[in-house]
C-alpha cells in the first residue's frame, strides 16, 4: 500500500485538481467480464472494466461494491455468501481482496511484489486458492486466510492457472499450459495430477465444477474461435456447452443447482438451460461516469525566430583525463572543453551518429553511425579528425565499450528487421586481427556494455521477466566471461526493483574495477564491487536531482550525467557538484521565398470536394493564398506543376517509435510516403529530443516530430525505453523532466496504477501536457486524453477493449466515444497490415520501399508474407472483426487518429495501410484521410496551424498522383512533399547522401 499512500501525498501537495466535463452512461454490455454466482444462487457478481457489481440472478441494475480505482477483476464468493474475493491491482501489484457484500470492510489478503491472480475460495472458508508468479512461473498457491502463509499445490515448470474447488472440497482442477499437456487437470487428495481434458493446440481455461461435482465446465481459445465445454469428471467425455461463432470470454462459468450454466460471452451474462441447451440474456444494466478533460494546452510558436538552448544531449561521455565531454546533438559529434562553453564540432554530416565512447588513451572515440546505409561501428581520431569503419555488414552495430588496454570491443549486434530486439546479440571484436565472435545468447533490449578492467568480463543490464506467462519483469545486471561467453551471474543490488531505462543507464564499471555506477529511481548510485563484479556492501546515492547517461573519469573518482537538461560533474569523495557549461543553440528552419503550386485538384483536408485548377501559394513556410489558375507570376517565384496531381495536406503518423536503426533515412522516409508530422508516444528523451532538434533546425530532413519521454510504468517493465517508477520523490524528478525538455504528451504504460495515472493525468494538464495510454476505464473517468490500439499489451493477459477474437461491445464504445477521449486504433497492427500482406504485396514494389529499405528486408517482408499467407494468425484471421470495431468507434462519433507502431511494421508503408484498412472496414476515404489530417492536428492542439490547406497555415503538403478520395492507395503515389513550406521532389528524397 505504500506506492499508493506517497502518489497521492505527493499530488496532494502540488498539483491543483483540473476541471472535467463528466456525465453518465449507461451500458449493458460488457467486453471480457468476468462473473460469479453467490452460493443461494439468487446473487451475480460481475467485473465490468476494472469494478466489481452485484446483481440479482434474474438480471437488473448492477451495484457497486469496489470504487473502479483497483482493476478489481475475477470475482469469487465465499461459502457463506458474505464477500467476495476478486485480484486487485492496487498498489502495483496484483493481490488478492475481499469485500463485503454490502460493498464494505475491504481485505487485503496477499502481499508482497508477487502477483496473485483468480481467486477462489476453498469450501471450508479457511483459504483462498490463486495462481502466482511468486517462483519464476505461474503455480497454483493456498493462501491462510487466518496467517497469510502461502503454500505451492503445484510446482511444474509451466504455467498453471485459474484453479477452482469441488463442492467437497477434496480435488482442485486448475488450467494448464503445460507444452507436453495443455488442458484442464484434477489435483487429487493424494496430491496427484491428471490431465482430465487435453486442450491440443488450443488454450485452455477457467475450469469450474457443477453442483454435483460431476461436470467441469471450461473455456478454449483456439486459433481464431473461442467454445465454453463441459468435461465429465468421471469419463473424460467433453460436450460442447456454447455455438460455433459465441464470443466466449476466458472466465470461470456458474452452474446452478438445476444444472443450468451461467457464462459471460458476446457482451452479455446467459444462461444456458440443462435439458434443451439454449440459453437466454440475463439483462444488466451499468452506470458509468466518464469525463472531458478541460485545461489550458500546449501552444506551438512555428514561426518564431528566437534561439533555443539544445536540450537533446545524447549519449555524452567524459574523456579519460576528465577535461572534456564529446556528445551528439543537432545531428553531429560535439567535443566540449569543460570550462569553456562553447563546443567544437567533430562531424559536420546528415548521417545519424549515436553511442559515443572513448578510447582508453583518450586520443579516439568509437560511435556508430549510418554512413554506407546501416549502423555500423567507427572511430574518430582527435588530432586528425580521420575516420576509420570498423565493421561493414547487412546488420546494425551499436552500443560499443572499450576494453581498458584498447585492443577490444564488445557491441551489440541486430538485423534491421529485428524491430522489437529480440535478437541482439553482444559481439566482441580484437582490434589486433579485426576477428569478431558472438557472445551469450540473444537478449531482448539490453544496455550498453561495460568492461572489466581486467578483461575477464562483460557487464550490462539485461532483462529478466518474472515468469514467460506474462513478459514484465524487472533489468538486471548481467556478467558474462567474454572468454566462454557464459552467464557468470544475473543479479542486482536492488532486488524487486529495477534501475532506470537499459540503454545508457549503467551498470558502469569503473576503471579502477572497484565500483559500479547506475541510475536508479533517477538518481545516480553507485556500489562497491570486487575483481570479480561481486556487490560489496550496500549501494549510495551519489545525486538528488535527476541523472541520466553517467560516464566515469579516468582517475575513478568522478562522474559527469546528465542532469535533466544539463551537464554534471559529481565527485565521489563529497558528492559535490559542478556544473558544466554548455552554449548551443539552434533556431527553427524556414524556407525563404514564394513557390506556387498550380493543383489540377486540390484537396483541402475539410471539405470532400476537390477543388480544381487552382494555385496554391506558400509564401516562406505558410500558405499565402489558393486562388484561380494564372500563370503572370514573377519570374523568382518557384513553380510547380502540379496540373494532373492531387495537393493535400501532409499526413500524420500518430503512434510511432524511432529507432535509431533507420539512421538518417527515417526522416526521407516519413516525407517520401507523405507523411509530415510525426507523434512519438515513447521513446529514450534525449535521442529523441535531438532528433526533433535535428529535424526542426534543418540539420537532417524529417518531419514535425512530437513527442513523450520514457513509458511511465510501475514497478515492471519491458522495454528498454520504460521507467519504473518506485517513489513519490522519482515521480517528481520525471514530470519535472517532462517540462523541461517540452514533451508535447506522458504516455502512461500497462503496469502503472489507476491511482497514479489520476494523478499524473493531473500534473500533465497543469503544465499543458496531453496523457495517453493502454487503458479507457477509470481512465476515462479522470480525464485522460486519448488510447492507443484497439487492444495490444494488457497488464491482465486479456483486453478489457478487445476479446480474444477482436469484438468490442457497448462498454468500449461509450467510454470511448462518450469521453471523447482520442484513439490510435493501430488497426494495421490489429491484422490489417499481415491481412493485406497476404493478398497484395505491392506496397513493397514503390519506389519509396524499394530504395530506402535494403534489398534483404524487402526480401523478407515477402517471406513474411507467403508465410502468413500459408498459415493465417489470430490476428490475420480476426482482422475484420477489428475493422468493424473501428466503424462502429467512428459511427458512434469517437475521435480517430492514423498510426501504427511502426517500425513493428515498416515505417511510411504502414501508415499508408492503416488508411487502407480504414476505407476496407468501412470508412470512406474522406473519412479515413482526415484520421491522418485534422483529427491528428486536433488532438496535438496544432490545428490552428496543421491539418488542413487553408490560407496562413503552415504548408505541410503532400502532392500526389491520381485522386485518394477516389482510390485511397492514391495517397502513397508521392511526387513532391513540403514540410514547414520547404519542398522535396520523391527523387530528392530516395536519394542516398
Known amino acids: 500500500m505504500k506506492f499508493y499512500t506517497i502518489a497521492f501525498l505527493f499530488f496532494s501537495m502540488h498539483v491543483a485538481a483540473q476541471r472535467l466535463d463528466s456525465k453518465q452512461i449507461t451500458v449493458n454490455e460488457g467486453t471480457n467480464m468476468a462473473m460469479a454466482l453467490s452460493p443461494d444462487g439468487q446473487t451475480i457478481a460481475i467485473d465490468l472494466q476494472g469494478t466489481i457489481y452485484t446483481l440479482s440472478a434474474k438480471g437488473g441494475v448492477a451495484k457497486s461494491l469496489t470504487d473502479g480505482m483497483g482493476d478489481d477483476r475475477q470475482p469469487c464468493w465465499s461459502p457463506d455468501g458474505q464477500r467476495v474475493a476478486f ?43 490463486c495462481s502466482s508468479d511468486r517462483k519464476g512461473n505461474y503455480d497454483i498457491w493456498k493462501i491462510d486466510l487466518s496467517t497469510g502463509t502461502a503454500t505451492a499445490l503445484t510446482t511444474h515448470l509451466e504455467h498453471d492457472y485459474t484453479p477452482a474447488y469441488s463442492p467437497d472440497g477434496k480435488t482442485l482442477t486448475f488450467a494448464s499450459s503445460r507444452a507436453n499437456g495443455a488442458g484442464i487437470y484434477l489435483l487429487l487428495e493424494d496430491g496427484t495430477e491428471k490431465l482430465l481434458a487435453p486442450a491440443g493446440k488450443g488454450t485452455p481455461s477457467a475450469p469450474a465444477w457443477s453442483r454435483d461435482g460431476k461436470w467441469i465446465s471450461y ?9 465454453l465445454l463441459s468435461v465429465e469428471v468421471a469419463t473424460g467425455k467433453i460436450v460442447p456447452l456454447s455455438k460455433t461463432g459465441d464470443d466466449v470470454f476466458p ?36 452506470t458509468m461516469t466518464v469525463s472531458t478533460p478541460v485545461y489550458q494546452r500546449k501552444t506551438y510558436d512555428f514561426d518564431g525566430p528566437s534561439l533555443k538552448t539544445v536540450k537533446g544531449i545524447r549519449s555524452p561521455v567524459v574523456s579519460p583525463d576528465g577535461k572534456q565531454v564529446a556528445f551528439i546533438a543537432l545531428g553531429d559529434v560535439w567535443l566540449l572543453t569543460i570550462g569553456l562553453p562553447k563546443p567544437v564540432k567533430l562531424t559536420d554530416d546528415v548521417y545519424y551518429e549515436t553511442d559515443l565512447a572513448w578510447s582508453p ?57 529485428n524491430t522489437l530486439a529480440v535478437g541482439t546479440v553482444l ?24 568492461w572489466s578492467p581486467n578483461g575477464k568480463y562483460v557487464l550490462l543490464a539485461a532483462l529478466e521477466a518474472y515468469s514467460s506467462k506474462f513478459r514484465e519483469g524487472v533489468s538486471k545486471f548481467l556478467l558474462v566471461n567474454s572468454e566462454s561467453g557464459q552467464a557468470v551471474s544475473f543479479d542486482t543490488p536492488i532486488p524487486y526493483q529495477t534501475p532506470a531505462m537499459r540503454y545508457r543507464n549503467g551498470p558502469i564499471w569503473s576503471p579502477d574495477g572497484t565500483k559500479l555506477a547506475y541510475v536508479k529511481d533517477a538518481l545516480l548510485w553507485v556500489i562497491d564491487v570486487n575483481e570479480d563484479g561481486q556487490f560489496k556492501g550496500q549501494p549510495r546515492a551519489v545525486t538528488s536531482e535527476l541523472a541520466e547517461a553517467p560516464t566515469w573519469t579516468g582517475d575513478s573518482k568522478s ?39 498550380h493543383a489540377g485538384r486540390l484537396f483541402d483536408g475539410k471539405n470532400e470536394k476537390l477543388l480544381t485548377n487552382v494555385d496554391l501559394v506558400v509564401e516562406d513556410s505558410r500558405i499565402k493564398a489558393i486562388q484561380p489558375h494564372r500563370t503572370n507570376y514573377p519570374a523568382n517565384y518557384r513553380k510547380v506543376d502540379a496540373s494532373n496531381l492531387t495537393v493535400m495536406p501532409g499526413l500524420f503518423e500518430t503512434h510511432s517509435h524511432l529507432d535509431a536503426q533507420f539512421g538518417e533515412k527515417t526522416g526521407r522516409i516519413w516525407l517520401a510516403y507523405g507523411i509530415t508530422t510525426v507523434r512519438e508516444p515513447g521513446s529514450d528523451p534525449y535521442d529523441a529530443v535531438e532528433q526533433r532538434e535535428a529535424w526542426h533546425s534543418g540539420r537532417r530532413p524529417g518531419p514535425f516530430h512530437f513527442l513523450t519521454g520514457a513509458l511511465t510504468d510501475g514497478g515492471r517493465i519491458y522495454y528498454n525505453m520504460a521507467t519504473a517508477i518506485g517513489s513519490e520523490a522519482q515521480l517528481k524528478l520525471e514530470l519535472n523532466r517532462a517540462n523541461r525538455l517540452g514533451y508535447d504528451l506522458i504516455k502512461t504504460y500497462v503496469r502503472m496504477p489507476d491511482e497514479w495515472q489520476q494523478k499524473i493525468t493531473e500534473y500533465a494538464h497543469q503544465n499543458g501536457m496531453t496523457i495517453s495510454s493502454h487503458e479507457i476505464f477509470p481512465a476515462a473517468r479522470y480525464g485522460v486524453d486519448a488510447v492507443e490500439h484497439l487492444g495490444a499489451t494488457s497488464r491482465r493477459g486479456y483486453s478489457p477493449k478487445l476479446t480474444s477474437t477482436a469484438h468490442s ?44 529499405y535494403p534489398a534483404y528486408y524487402r526480401t523478407g517482408m515477402l517471406e513474411t508474407a507467403q508465410q502468413m499467407k500459408s498459415q493465417p494468425s489470430a490476428i490475420v484471421l480476426n482482422y475484420a472483426n477489428s475493422g468493424k470495431v473501428a466503424k462502429r468507434l467512428l459511427d458512434s462519433g469517437a475521435r480517430i487518429t492514423s498510426g501504427t507502431d511502426s517500425p513493428i511494421m515498416p515505417y511510411g508503408t504502414s501508415l499508408h495501410v492503416e488508411l487502407w484498412s480504414y476505407v476496407e472496414s468501412g470508412f470512406t476515404p474522406f473519412q479515413a484521410l482526415q484520421t491522418s489530417m485534422i483529427n491528428a492536428a486536433k488532438s496535438l492542439n496544432v490545428d490552428k496551424d496543421l491539418g488542413t490547406l487553408e490560407v496562413g497555415k503552415i504548408a505541410n503538403i503532400s502532392i500526389v498522383e491520381g485522386n485518394p478520395l477516389q482510390n485511397i492507395r492514391d495517397a502513397q503515389r508521392v511526387r513532391y512533399v513540403l514540410v514547414n513550406g520547404k519542398i522535396y521532389t520523391l527523387e530528392e528524397l530516395l536519394k542516398r547522401p
Not at 219 to 227: G, P
Not at 583 to 588: A, K, Q, Y
Not at 829 to 850: C, E, N, V
Request: proline content about 4%; charged content about 25%; hydrophobic content about 35%.
Open 559 to 597: 562522474l559527469v550525467y546528465v542532469a535533466t537538461d544539463h551537464l554534471r560533474k559529481v565527485a565521489l569523495a563529497d558528492t559535490s557538484k559542478q556544473d558544466i557549461p554548455l552554449d548551443l543553440t539552434w533556431t527553427n528552419a524556414k524556407p525563404k521565398g514564394t513557390v506556387v503550386i
Open 361 to 417: 588513451d583518450g586520443k579516439k572515440l568509437l560511435f556508430s553511425a549510418d554512413r554506407t546505409g546501416n549502423m555500423d561501428l567507427y572511430t574518430l581520431e582527435l588530432s586528425t579528425r580521420k575516420i576509420t569503419q570498423l565493421t561493414q555488414t547487412a546488420d546494425d552495430e551499436f552500443q560499443g565499450s572499450w576494453l581498458a588496454d584498447g585492443k577490444k570491443i564488445a557491441f551489440m549486434k541486430q538485423g534491421l528487421r
Open 219 to 227: 473455456q478454449l481459445l483456439t486459433v481464431a474461435e473461442t467454445s
Open 251 to 286: 472466465f470461470r462459468a456458474a452452474w446452478e443447482a438445476n444444472g443450468s450454466i451461467l457464462y459471460t460471452t458476446d457482451g452479455k451474462i446467459k444462461r444456458r438451460g440443462a435439458e434443451d441447451g439454449g440459453s437466454v440474456e440475463v439483462p444488466f444494466q451499468v
Open 87 to 129: 485480484q486487485s491491482y492496487r498498489g502495483g501489484t496484483y493481490h488478492i481482496w475481499s469485500v463485503n457484500k454490502e460493498g464494505k470492510d475491504l481485505k487485503q489478503h496477499t502481499s508482497g511484489p508477487y502477483d496473485h491472480r483468480e481467486p477462489f475460495w476453498a469450501p471450508d472458508s479457511k483459504s483462498i486458492v
Open 427 to 450: 559481439q566482441i571484436m580484437d582490434l589486433t586481427t579485426n576477428v569478431t565472435k558472438a557472445v551469450y545468447k540473444p537478449m531482448f533490449q539490453p544496455g550498453q556494455p561495460s
Open 809 to 852: 461491445y457497448e462498454d468500449v464504445v461509450q467510454i470511448i466515444s462518450q469521453s471523447k477521449m482520442v484513439i490510435t486504433p493501430t488497426l494495421a497492427l490489429s491484422g490489417g497490415y499481415w491481412s493485406t500482406i497476404t493478398r497484395d504485396t505491392s506496397l513493397f514494389d514503390t519506389p519509396q520501399f524499394r530504395q530506402l
